[in-house]
């Protein structure tokens, strides 16, 4: 059985969703697939036991016959860290691990695992992504999110001074449609150049990421002045109302499908948000608008959110779910499939794996 290890240098980087399109494409073409997170930091509650906040969606879609809290073996609570730290013989969680890997493995060609967050995590319980990787024979796959021209060749860089020869390559997510022609001429022949193997380069598609008006809402805690408008509209982008209403609206015209934050005395800002693309406004501070604001935000179709925290703190929390691949809707999953499917060199991916394409 092979195993790849799919990781990443920062959240939000499009582990999850690489990890279904990749197990599916797998699938596809033959092979039996296994998916396991070895070290998880997100704890949900399954049927009464402690899983990833993601195996019942992994299983479901894979099509997986073990239950959810197996594709976990290491589900960091509160509790479990407190007692890590405390217990002196430090149970040794490689083993368990590897428990895990021989038992969703059983009669699989290739086991995917997820990493976690970054790769910084796992160190505090002897489960850092080098040492698992290295253990357990795994490839690894790193997913770099593009944030600047320079930073994605220092991401990818820095993967490989981390991993060294556990590196097999890596795959480049969220390419902006301006970045595309340097990704493509400058950046991928440079890093090939230096032996890391590029994979694929997906493009951005920002509905991917997006949030409905109503998680925003579950997000925030917040109260919603206007009636009849459409909750489940797509937030792409935020931006926030702290400037003159001049240079406010010759931003806001950059954006669409946008949700403005500001305080809920800019009334100024608020219109000027009215002016163009706009899904919802988050009113901060818990100052209620004029009703001028709510009568032209119902006959515009916007949404207006009231929450209590200021400013700062409303894109704090927006920002620690927003930019996330959300693939809960089987319209973006699939999205996300034929995006992947375009952009990626399966057959070289296949060769560096030992799979044969063709089975």
């Not at 991917?208 to 009636?227: F, G, K, M, N, Q």
């Not at 209620?288 to 515009?300: R, V, W, Y």
Request: contains cysteine.
């Amino acid at each position: 059985m092979k195993s790849i290890y799919i990781t990443s240098l920062e959240r939000y980087s499009g582990k999850t969703a690489i990890c279904l399109a990749l197990g599916k494409r797998l699938k596809a073409d033959g092979f039996r697939v296994g998916y396991l997170k070895p070290l998880s930091l997100q704890p949900w509650m399954v049927a009464g036991k402690i899983a990833d906040e993601d195996a019942s969606f992994v299983k479901e879609i894979l099509e997986l016959d073990v239950n959810p809290w197996e594709l976990s073996p290491v589900v960091i609570t509160p509790e479990f860290l407190i007692k890590h730290l405390a217990d002196d013989s430090e149970e040794n969680l490689m083993d368990r691990v590897k428990n895990a890997v021989q038992t969703t493995g059983q009669n699989k060609d290739i086991l995917l695992l997820e990493g976690g967050a970054s790769l910084r995590e796992g160190y505090a319980v002897n489960l850092p992504t080098p040492e698992v990787a290295k253990e357990l024979s795994s490839h690894v796959l790193v997913t770099v999110k593009y944030r600047s021209d320079i930073r994605v060749l220092d991401d990818t860089l820095s993967a490989k001074t981390r991993l060294g020869n556990l590196l097999s390559g890596v795959v480049i997510n969220r390419v902006p449609r301006e970045a595309s022609d340097f990704i493509r001429n400058l950046a991928i022949p440079y890093l090939e150049r230096r032996g890391i193997p590029v994979f694929g380069a997906i493009p951005e598609e920002r509905s991917l990421a997006a949030l409905t008006v109503t998680e925003l809402i579950e997000v925030l805690d917040a109260e919603v002045l206007t009636r009849d408008c459409d909750l489940e509209a797509m937030v792409e982008t935020l931006t926030v109302g702290a400037m003159t209403a001049d240079v406010a609206l010759h931003r806001f015209r950059e954006y669409s499908n946008k949700a403005v934050i500001t305080g809920g005395d800019r009334t100024d800002i608020q219109l000027a948000a009215l002016e163009t693309s706009t899904t919802c406004l988050i009113l901060t501070g818990n100052l209620q608008p004029s009703q001028l604001i709510i009568k032209q935000a119902e006959d515009f179709g916007v949404s207006v959110l009231l929450v209590r925290e200021n400013t700062m703190e409303t894109v704090e929390a927006i920002e620690q779910v927003f930019g996330k691949t959300r693939l809960g809707q089987p319209d973006k999953l699939a999205e996300f499939e034929a995006l992947f499917s375009e952009s990626m060199d399966f057959e070289r991916l296949y060769q560096r794996l030992g799979l044969a394409q063709s089975k």
